[in-house]
């Protein structure tokens, strides 16, 4: 069921070979938050740890004061319920796990899900743009690129080029939270839709089997 599941994930999200390790510790996070959905607790609380860790990547890193990853990671890892397990030398092993449990406790409870589905193209829309915006400022947030924009303002005193470089790194630092937050909202939904369908088949499964 798993690689199903994964099947789903990949189609539904970024259509690639391999996730990176940001696809992979959001769509943990998403599991976590459907796990302890399913056991009526609150499904929220580790989403400003998260951001802490995905703003602690290289990718983002240097916009937010340079956050140690291992750091954020480990507080994280922390704050995890004590019976789910990240091991971030095999974060997808840890997502396999966690997808066989939730959809196993989801299935147990044997009522259909009233989940939908989820406004997927406008989603992925919001996310997609907003990553492609952040990675092209950031691309071209470089000491050249700033430079060569002041001396065609007949400008290049350093203390403009250091308002400058300010103001260009505070919109490539809103476009990463954007970019961010959109993704999670993204994955977490697709997340928990996901083990809403894959719990409703089983239960199908075995209620016709015991009709059979």
Do not use: H
Not at 30 to 56: F, H, M, P
């Amino acid at each position: 069921m798993r690689e199903k599941f994964f099947e789903d994930i990949n189609r539904r999200l970024i259509m690639c070979e391999k996730l990176g390790q940001e696809e992979e510790l959001i769509i943990f996070d998403g599991l976590v938050k459907k796990y302890k959905k399913i056991l009526k607790e609150q499904g929220e609380g580790n989403n400003e740890l998260l951001l802490k860790v995905i703003k602690s990547l290289p990718k983002y890193s240097k916009y937010f004061e340079n956050s140690d990853f291992n750091k954020c990671l480990k507080d994280y890892k922390e704050s995890l319920p004590t019976e789910v397990t990240l091991d971030e030398n095999n974060v997808m092993e840890s997502i396999g796990n966690l997808i066989d449990r939730a959809i196993f406790m989801q299935a147990e409870l044997g009522k259909f899900s009233k989940n939908s589905g989820i406004n997927v193209i406008n989603d992925k829309t919001n996310y997609t743009n907003n990553i492609a915006d952040f990675e092209f400022a950031s691309e071209k947030f470089t000491p050249e690129f700033i430079k060569e924009s002041i001396s065609k303002m007949g400008n290049d005193s350093p203390e403009m080029v250091e308002l400058y470089t300010k103001k260009y790194e505070y919109l490539c630092k809103n476009l990463a939270e954007s970019a961010i937050n959109d993704k999670i909202d993204y994955y977490t939904r697709t997340v928990d839709y996901l083990v809403d369908f894959y719990s409703d088949n089983e239960i199908a499964r075995k209620e016709e089997k015991t009709l059979a």
